[in-house]
């Protein structure tokens, strides 16, 4: 069973950045999809980023620019640099593993399981 720790979150002023980081404590060397998603009370998860391998990457519109996915799997981390961040980006963010069986997408239905998040607050 994958476990998933994020950390990294905080309040920034708009414009400013912060990265995230992920440790999942079982990482292999093959291709396997990893997710960034979000989600605000009340509302449903939006996925933010996904990566696959070393040639995968998708970003959710909202974020195209702004915001880069990297893992390193042999430090079993995931990581999310997000720049010029904005009021909208507010949020609790997770990392997840992709579901077995879906494809490498930004689809809610794609993430497995995931870990307890941490927050980001954007004014």
């Known amino acids: 069973h994958v476990q998933l720790v994020e950390s990294g979150g905080g309040s920034v002023q708009a414009g400013g950045s912060l990265t995230l980081s992920c440790v999942v404590s079982t990482y292999t060397k093959s291709r396997y999809c990893m997710h960034w998603f979000r989600q605000v009370p009340g509302k449903e998860r939006e996925g933010v980023s996904a990566?696959?391998?070393?040639?995968?990457?998708t970003y959710a519109e909202s974020v195209k620019g702004r915001f880069t996915i990297s893992q390193d799997s042999d430090k079993n981390m995931l990581y999310l640099q997000m720049d010029r961040l904005r009021p909208d980006d507010t949020g609790i963010y997770y990392c997840a593993k992709a579901r077995p069986g879906y494809a490498c997408s930004l689809q809610p239905a794609a993430f497995g399981s995931w870990g307890q998040g941490t927050q980001v607050t954007v004014s």
């Open positions: 990566v696959e391998g070393i040639a995968f990457t």
